[in-house]
């Protein structure tokens, strides 16, 4: 018997413990460099120099590609607020503590009227399925075959 949590959403059988472990990795790694990556600034992008001599170029425009990363980054930084702002009343404070505020699990636990395993097992999960199911720039949702 697998461990994972399965639930299923329009006859789409969504994993659970997968999902969550997708938005943990968005919030812990992702989202922290977007807000990093989305703050730079332009004049940290040069313009391309000439100097008269031939030179091999990759294929690809670098600067192009930087100026996409930073937009998309952008992208990132402006729709996690109004994802987290969709969401329902318990998710919204735990993730605006987490990730708008900066706290942690403990001072989230403290400022709720639940209890831990609570706030643990049924809360922050939840928060977490209910961020992946609503965040429009990627998906965060992880979906089984139905065998």
Not at 13 to 31: G, L, M, P, R, W
Not at 63 to 75: D, G, I, S, T
Request: net charge positive; aromatic share 12%; charged share 30%.
């Amino acid at each position: 018997m697998s461990s994972q949590k399965e639930e299923t959403i329009f006859d789409i059988t969504v994993d659970v413990d997968a999902t969550i472990k997708n938005v943990k990795h968005f919030f812990e790694v992702d989202y922290p460099a977007a807000k990093r990556r989305a703050r730079r600034r332009l004049s940290a992008i040069s313009s391309p120099s000439f100097d008269g001599m031939p030179k091999c170029t990759p294929v690809g425009n670098p600067m192009e590609n930087k100026l996409v990363n930073r937009a998309y980054c952008r992208q990132v930084v402006s729709a996690v607020p109004l994802t987290i702002k969709d969401c329902s009343r318990w998710s919204r404070i735990i993730l605006d503590t987490l990730y708008t505020d900066g706290h942690g699990d403990d001072y989230c636990i403290a400022e709720l009227p639940f209890s831990d395993s609570w706030y643990y097992k049924k809360l922050k999960p939840k928060a977490f399925i209910e961020f992946a199911e609503i965040y429009p720039i990627e998906e965060l949702m992880v979906f089984k075959k139905v065998q």
